[in-house]
């Protein structure tokens, strides 16, 4: 029997190519996600302890928010410190050569000035030893033209960009301080300086020669207090490593999800291959049962068989991973994400890759042998080598009826109860409804849809849709398929343009003026609103900020855009908040008992309710519509040190917007931490992660969809060997070359259609779900369809399904009609 399996594998090698493809891809992508993540794993362990090669203990806050400066001194002064240095990491601008700002995310560090604690490799120059130097990466030096002694501008938090003189360039790339943009080293007091910060990170500590470092430890903490904690340079290492690591495995989690669902529908893609060869084998099973084959023998043959496909595909697989984790990574690279390490092969990773494969291509064909045994000897004996397709049964149809009922009510039903894990449930019971239900759905709608496929068409017409629909099971399987793949990217898109729809209304509501000025990761710098308030060519300046104080949100407001943003006032005049009158949401004047005139106390002083408005909103952290809107005097006044991270521009009266923006961006060319946008620009730069997203998503969830358009293509290249006779016949009566292709092409097309159609109606019920959810809880959410876009993955289906059919059609033409005619 092992010689017969291997022989019969053999033979019909050609008919297998495409279920082994869809293990050769599913494998891939396993492989890849492995090598890759396992070469991010290697780089994340050889990078942890980068600038930490001369660090012998550690000083950290554990009570304070930052380290006092006389802390560095007091811990120097520790007998047996050679060197204590403080350690500052924050986020900056450069100006470049051409005076504006540098592009990318700026790291901002404080670089040691004693040699026994410096870790960073100089690539020209040196490192920073007094203030006003500076050091910055080799790359950004090299891009911008800045040579050792060029003055370099760099701004921060703190005010507006200082010149510094380069005195160095380094190297650290792949290393944590590699964030994909420019890296600036300066002394510990400009680093204070710049950033307005009141002291350090963490304290740096070189133990002098011969020192018993852990008798040492204790000096420090008996000096750093109760308020800090010591740690010796192996809880700093594993502590780098354990965070660098637990990025890395999110990343891989995340990866791993996307695998899944490749490996499922390359399960469906196997099950059904194997099913409708066993079919087709009927015959040929009978007679080795009539010559004494056991059911045995028969079941441990095609399971053989299965292992072997498996195997021989899973290794291409494996080896596709190497040059798919390559791409990957080259890919990265063009995007200037830092990614460390290179690639890395396990024997874990192969070993995996070939059990993975070989035991989902074992799965997927047990229950197809486990059917193949019960074919009686008798079979044998009958003319016909395929038994007509059965329909499901009764059971399963009931079950699968019932899911899809409940899975569809869960959906509808979460907003109302309010409850996320109904959505994520009802999404799953829909599936599965749709899985056992399909034998019945997915033949109805193709049908539907080859109605006028029959009227265009003719008798040829008649013939492709009785030929979709005439093994429920087979076509329900190739269609469910295309469900998973096609309903994820559907669901990600209707969210995505539905998020990007409530952001950009949040915007129009919260933003009543044509520019905006925002922080690039940071606050705005102290000083720049007041600039830009002075300039006559601009006439509303208003910097958003706010505080909580006693679970109420302290907001600062602007007379000229209050009317602008506020959905409604219920009693007062909101136009006159200024000095020493607020507005007062709703909640908080229910629950306070305030009224108009109601005297209010903030912050120590007494103030007076001009309004009681129904913009019941906050940032989160105090209760919903616990909100007090003072005038941006008041509120200066009140928390003077507080920056926001926004501010809205309005050009004066007969000024030009063209005008207004040449003085914001005069004002702001010594501000490199800042970004100027209008609404439009403001709103695309909100949403730009959302299509980010959307695009990884798509493109990681289009090997899914890749696999399950090879199944369509195996199901019809399979069936068209089940129907070689049929179609010979139909040759010999007048059915011309072209419409033979004709019939393969609208069954390609009507499989991939129905697919396509129930996993964009189930992408979408699943994202109106969550959207009904989300605004129910506060949001401003409502479902949007992007029917381009949706539009696009249907005529996608289309024509990967048109290109499906043409291998299929050249083979049902290329025989003979005579020797067809005589196929046994």
Known sequence: MIRLTLRSLRAEALRMLLSALAVVLGVAFVAGTMIFVDGMRAGAYERAGTFDRHTDLGVYSAGRVVLPPTLVDRVRAVDGVAAAAGELTNTAGIVGTDGRPVLGFTMLVAIPTEDALRSYDVVAGRLPDRAGEVVLDAPTAAEQGFG?????????????????????????????????????????????????????????????????????????????????????????????????????????????????????????????????????????????????????????????????????????????????????????????????????????????????????????????????????????????????????????????????????????????????????????????????????????????????????????????????????????????????????????????????????????????????????????????????????????????????????????????????????????????????????????????GWQVGSPVTVGGRSFRVAAVVTDDTSGGVAPTGHVIDLSDQDFAALFPTQRGYLAEIDPADGVSPERARDAITTVLGRYPTVNLMDQGAYKKMLTGTVDMLLAFVTALLGLAVVIALVGVANTLSLSVVERTRENAVLRAVGLTRGRMRAVLAVEAVLMALVGAVLGVGLGTGVSASAMALLDRLGGDFHVVLPLGQLGLILGVAVLAALLASVLPARRALSRPVVEALADQ
């Open 148 to 592: 050792l002694g060029a003055a370099v501008r760099i701004g921060a938090t703190g005010g507006a960009a200082r010149p510094y003189t380069l005195v160095g360039t380094v190297d650290v790339a792949g290393t944590a301080r590699d964030v994909g943009g420019p890296f600036v080293g300066l002394v510990g007091p400009d680093a204070l300086a710049l950033t307005g910060e009141r002291g350090y990170g963490r304290i740096m500590v070189a133990a002098r020669p011969g020192v018993d470092v852990a008798a040492l430890t204790e000096k420090v903490r008996a000096v750093a207090g109760v308020d800090a904690t010591v740690k010796s340079r192996q809880q700093i290492l594993d502590e780098a490593v354990e965070d660098a690591v637990r990025n890395v495995d999110q990343f891989r989690m995340l990866l791993l999800i996307f695998v899944g669902v490749a490996i499922v529908v390359a399960g469906f893609v196997i099950a059904n291959t194997f099913a409708i060869v066993l079919a087709q084998r009927t015959r040929r099973t009978a007679l080795l049962r009539l010559i004494g084959a056991t059911r045995g023998q028969v079941f441990r043959s095609t399971v053989l068989e299965s292992a072997v496909l498996g195997l021989v595909a899973s290794a291409l697989g494996v080896l596709l991973g190497v040059a798919l984790a390559g791409g990957l990574r080259l890919l990265l690279s063009r995007l200037d994400v830092p990614v460390t390490g290179g690639l890395t092969v396990t024997g874990s990773t192969v070993l995996t890759g070939l059990l993975l494969g070989t035991g989902l291509t074992v799965c997927a064909a047990l229950l197809p042998a486990w059917r193949g045994t019960r074919i009686a000897p008798v079979a044998a004996l009958t003319d016909a080598a395929v038994q007509p397709g059965r329909g499901a049964g009764r059971v399963r149809l009931t079950v699968g009826a019932v899911l899809l009922a409940v899975g569809v009510a869960a959906l509808a039903g979460a907003a109302g109860a309010g409850q996320l894990l109904l959505v994520a449930l009802g999404g799953v019971l829909t599936f599965f409804g749709i899985v056992l239900f399909g034998p019945v759905l997915v033949p109805a709608l193709a049908r539907a849809f080859g109605w006028p496929v029959r009227r265009a068409l003719g008798a040829t017409g008649e013939l492709a849709v009785a030929n979709t629909v005439r093994n429920p099971r087979r076509v329900a399987a190739t269609a469910t398929a295309l469900v998973i793949g096609i309903g994820l990217v559907s669901a990600f898109m209707v969210g995505a343009r539905s998020t990007k729809d409530g952001i950009e209304r949040s915007v129009d509501t919260q933003i009543g003026t044509d520019f905006v000025v925002s922080g690039i990761g940071q606050d705005l710098p102290s000083g720049l609103v007041g600039e830009l308030a002075s300039r006559p060519e601009l006439g509303v300046v208003h910097e958003q900020r706010s505080r909580v104080v006693d679970d109420v949100e302290i907001r600062a407001a602007h007379p000229a855009l209050v009317g602008r943003t506020l959905s409604g006032v219920l009693a007062g005049d909101a136009d006159r908040v200024g000095p020493g009158q607020v507005l007062v949401h709703r909640e908080l004047a229910r629950a306070r």
